[in-house]
């Protein structure tokens, strides 16, 4: 159960980074005029959530292999962010740290560790704090750093849509009729790769979604998860100390990987 409790979370790793699995290619596509945005700025300071802080206990559905698992989610916006698999008691046995420099995946079921900086990752998208955190705030980013005003728009008649592309990748933010921002995706050609978050269950206090759903399709894999938050705090203090790693072997990405799919 924890070893594939461990999987869960290094999956969760390969699908923010696309940087372990090859996938067959899905159009990311939909109906309506295109157009050149012009009030993406305005729309972005309107409907953007502007949270500090999520504190919360997760209850996570897994369907590949088919599990649920508990887990909680704490992020400080612009600092840092972890994901964090408990056993009984609350004993963690495995997470994920994000900060400026990179992720930090702690297997403590094995007693291991390994270090990814974002550097590494720069071949294969451009992987950031700010991209990371922006999947699971809810919120529209610019990876590609073309400024959101030279983004296109699009409807189909009931949902809105702002995308960007290049000969490599197409990001794409779908808002619903409420101009809720209800999926994020993105397509990559070279590694290829997709990857859609749904948000669903919005609070209406704050606007914010506590079920979020994450699929990845692989032709090694399908992975489809979701998450809902059965207790969360916003804008809250956070206590979000860099996790130890004392007593564990830091070893490669492609070491963790091997040990987990054995």
């Not at 400026?100 to 998208?125: A, T, V, W």
Request: proline fraction near 3%; glycine fraction near 4%; charge should be positive.
């Amino acid at each position: 159960m924890w070893n594939k409790s461990v999987k869960w979370l290094l999956a969760i790793t390969l699908i923010f980074s696309l940087a372990a699995c090859k996938t067959s290619q899905r159009n990311i596509g939909h109906a309506g005029k295109t157009t050149v945005s012009k009030t993406t700025v305005e729309w972005q300071k309107k409907y953007h959530n502007n949270l500090k802080t999520i504190n919360g206990k997760l209850k996570i559905e897994m369907s590949n292999p088919s599990m649920t698992l508990k887990g909680s989610l704490r992020a400080i916006s612009d600092s840092a962010m972890q994901i964090s698999l408990q056993a009984f008691l609350g004993i963690e046995i495995a997470s994920i740290w994000c900060d400026k420099n990179g992720i930090l995946i702690i297997d403590r079921y094995h007693g291991n560790y390994c270090e990814i900086p974002y550097s590494s990752m720069q071949n294969y998208m451009p992987v950031s704090l700010n991209a990371l955190e922006s999947v699971i705030f809810n919120r529209y980013f610019d990876p590609f750093k073309q400024g959101l005003e030279s983004y296109e728009t699009g409807t189909d008649g009931t949902n809105s849509y702002l995308w960007t592309e290049n000969n490599n990748s197409r990001l794409e933010f779908t808002n619903n009729h409420s101009q809720q921002l209800v999926r994020t995706a993105l397509k990559q050609t070279t590694p290829q790769g997709y990857l859609t978050m749904d948000y669903r269950l919005f609070d209406a206090a704050q606007n914010f979604p506590q079920t979020q759903d994450l699929k990845f399709y692989s032709n090694k894999m399908l992975f489809d998860l979701s998450w809902t938050f059965e207790k969360i705090a916003y804008n809250e203090t956070v206590d979000l100390p860099y996790p130890s790693t004392k007593n564990l072997k830091k070893v490669s990405f492609e070491t963790l990987y091997k040990s987990l799919m054995k």
